[in-house]
């Protein structure tokens, strides 16, 4: 898949005529930034750093190059280093993908293209772009952002006008091959059981999303949905001794939000359910896998200055499935705030109030067990280009 994609995009690019070459000619464009974050918790080691001891280990590096070499076609690609804890310490591809805007009504991108679902995830990657230094953790797991961000395939997206005085409809759908890495946030707590997927799980995912921009300026409600069938080849799937065959687990997620904005004022609310029911089966043994999870926040926010910005926000999580009280639920209290000095650098301050244990922790890091309760302190200062 990584083949054909370079191969699309130099095709496109080989295709340009030759006065079109140019670097003015083709828009080029390079931006990026990078973060620094701190972490400290009262309690309970978090995203696999000793942050109870008050751990640096939270590092990342985006650029990312645009061209346009037309009016309608735009090319991108994305890097980006990082580093959280156990997680990462390498440089992967965020997104790489051809865009063909024919008009407001009809687009088309393809390659690695970014999921539109919810209301973050197209902007997550994006940090300079918003107030949080961590965002809702029920909707947008941190350790599982390389995933969740983009899949290979393709996306068509459009504006259509309403009827007078109803506003307008923004659509998007997509499809093609989402992977969840060996490596993925997901899939630790199964590492470190003994359950291994060393190529990680891939399926074929569809989506669409609807945003109406409504008549009342600044507000917009909206829902998307992402269906997929996961498949775990037989090499990648080990009971310690044990090797399954494929298995196959249909799941959907659907999504509904809605986001006000005005002035210097922001109110946001998504909920998400996340459903799989499947089995897992080996030579000896069938073992159910299921989950059901509920994931919503509230968040408010206002621009105090022009460079001091709050906010606050209340996320939750629970899986129906799990029947242990404490490992089944998490809720996270959180205020922050962030500070421009310029047009470049910044920096953010997070306090976090977490009750429940259900996200965001591994059990080798806390061998003496999780305490039902925590405070998490971010710090994290950031410059852009």
Known sequence: MNRILVGAIALILGAIPASAQSLEDLNIQIHGYATQGFLYTTNNNIFTTSSSDGSPAWTEAVVNLTAQPQSKLRVGVQARYFLLGNFGNSITLDWANADYKVNDKFGVRFGKVKIPSGLFNEIQDIDPSYLWALLPQSVYPLTSRNSF????????????????????LEYRGWGGEHALNADDGALLNLRESGTNQPDGIKGVAIGGAIHWKTPLPGLMVGASDIRSNTQINPSTLNFGAFTGPETVHPYNTPDYFAKYEKGKILLAYEYARNQLNGMIVVPQFTVPFRFD????????????????????????????????????????????GRYDFNQFLYAKAEQHFINGTALSYDTNLNLGGLKPNSKLTILKMGVSF
């Not at 395939?153 to 307008?168: D, F, H, M, N, S």
């Open 293 to 336: 999870e509920r994931q919503q926040y509230a968040m408010a926010s206002y621009k105090v200055t022009d460079k001091l910005s709050a906010g606050s926000y209340f996320s939750y999580y629970f899986n129906q499935h799990e029947q242990n009280v404490g490992t089944n639920f998490q809720k996270d209290y959180t205020v922050a």
């Open 149 to 168: 961000l983009a899949q290979y395939g393709g996306v068509v997206y459009g504006t259509l006008a309403l009827p007078k005085k109803l506003g307008k």
